[in-house]
């Protein structure tokens, strides 16, 4: 490495460990509080509005929904 980007590696280095042991302590936090997330869709009806993003499984009667009407 360049003698002259070493002081610049040493403070990214430092913002970078500070980000980790914030993230860290924040997933402990929302860990202990059992915190969820609400889904706006359940799996089937992403399929169903989103078709080409979520393709269905081949033995899943959506996927043989989706092949008979295209």
Known sequence: MNARYWPCFSVKRAVAEA??????QWERRRN???AGIDWMFT????REKLGRAYPARAGHPLHR????AA
Do not use: C, T
Request: hydrophobic share 55%; net charge neutral.
């Open 65 to 68: 929904a989706l092949r008979a």
């Open 32 to 34: 202990r509080e059992g």
């Open 43 to 46: 799996v089937d009806r992403s």
């Open 19 to 24: 980000l980790d042991m914030a993230i860290a």
